[in-house]
């Protein structure tokens, strides 16, 4: 292993044992900043409620390559079922062991050696580098990175390029980047009858026989076709509650929670006027409250994607697959101010689990591919 290798491992070391869990940083960006700044870099802490943010810049010039990250991770869950301390970095069979070690202290390591690199290497290249890091992403995502991209566009910083260091790949490092996200919507449907004794039907209204036919109708709905880069739009009911829990009360209402995983082919707007519209056409008495948790994002196959495909073939030699698939993450928020955002990471197999973790020999080829994507992008 060489020791620019040995250095990014040492680095995923030291930011694992720093037990940030969610919104906790525990001196993570710190750490971070504390290399970022011999480098050139102008480094801002930005603090909103308990959640510590880093917006750091190198360079006045466009464009701008951002690389984007998260310093939290998720509890441990019970510390008696892991093999060995999840903050304690081990190797055992050729991995590397910790909580955060794949989601993503190994990546958030890889860009910042990357960078070091990069910088060492082209002191005088084009354009500009930045790092938006929050400790808020495995949170409610609500004092993170929303925070950092609000405040920048105030200020009219301008983003052209971002990679955001989820890990995306499936079965080998590279095999997968996510060029967007479908949006997440949740709805509450209360649907309302009338309480009652359940041997006078007559005199009650049972909103569960009620509910039955119009969520059969929902359940079955055809949103959209999907498009070039999406599937088709999901609608899926979580859970389900009517009852008192005794066996001879008809209940007086019927609570409903169910989600939209949408693509680019819907909008909210047009999905909650359909909602409403099938459960009007039943003659339902309900409320319906909406939570829009993200808008889907999507960036088509263009100069960054081109930039890091390369990358990861010359550093692999894998074709890599463009996706939308999986759940949200900061990237909907990122895609506001920048055209084009591409998440790209370590293998997810291990993510949120007790004994997360990464296979080291993967950890100096990921630097070695954001490397080559600044490369790509950043030299005349």
Not at 189 to 218: F, R, S, T
Not at 245 to 254: K, L, Q, T
Not at 295 to 321: D, Q, W, Y
């Amino acid at each position: 292993m060489s020791n620019v290798a040995s250095k990014t491992l040492a680095l995923t070391e030291e930011l694992i044992t720093l037990s940030s869990v969610t919104p906790e940083d525990k001196g993570c960006q710190e750490r971070m900043a504390e290399l970022l700044a011999p480098l050139g870099f102008a480094c801002e802490t930005i603090q909103s409620g308990a959640v510590t943010n880093l917006w750091a810049r190198r360079g006045d010039a466009q464009p701008l390559l951002v690389f984007a990250g998260h310093t939290d991770v998720v509890p441990t869950g019970p510390l008696d079922k892991w093999t060995s301390n999840p903050f304690q970095p081990t190797h055992r069979d050729g991995k590397l062991y910790g909580r955060g070690a794949a989601d993503m202290k190994t990546s958030l390591a890889a860009m910042v050696v990357a960078v070091e690199e990069f910088v060492a290497a082209h002191p005088d290249h084009k354009g500009s580098i930045g790092f938006l890091i929050t400790s808020d992403e495995e949170g409610p995502a609500t004092d993170g990175t929303v925070v950092v991209c609000e405040q920048l566009k105030a200020r009219g910083e301008q983003l052209d390029y971002c990679i955001v260091g989820e890990p995306t790949s499936v079965t080998h490092l590279g095999d997968m980047i996510k060029n967007g996200r479908r949006g997440t919507m949740s709805g509450k449907l209360v649907i309302k009858g009338i309480q009652g004794h359940i041997a006078y039907p007559h005199m009650a209204k049972n909103p569960i026989h009620l509910a039955m036919p119009a969520l059969a109708a929902l359940a079955i709905e055809k949103w959209d076709e999907g498009n070039d880069y999406y599937a088709p739009t999901s609608w899926q009911m979580s859970n389900i509650h009517a009852g008192t829990g005794a066996s001879n009360v008809i209940p007086g209402e019927c609570v409903v929670d169910f989600n939209f995983r949408f693509s680019t082919a819907s909008t909210v707007e047009g999905l909650q006027q359909r909602v409403c519209a099938l459960l009007d056409q039943h003659s339902l008495d309900y409320d319906l409250r909406w939570t829009v948790g993200g808008l889907p994002f999507l960036t088509p196959r263009g100069s960054l994607s081109s930039a890091l495909s390369e990358a990861i073939l010359s550093e692999t030699g894998i074709t890599t697959e463009l996706s939308t698939a999986g759940g949200t993450s900061d990237g909907r928020f990122i895609a506001q101010i920048c055209p084009q955002v591409i998440e790209f990471g370590p293998t997810n197999a291990s993510i949120h689990q007790i004994d997360e973790n990464i296979v080291i020999a993967d950890i100096d080829p990921l630097k070695n591919i954001y490397r080559r994507t600044m490369e790509n992008l950043l030299l005349s």
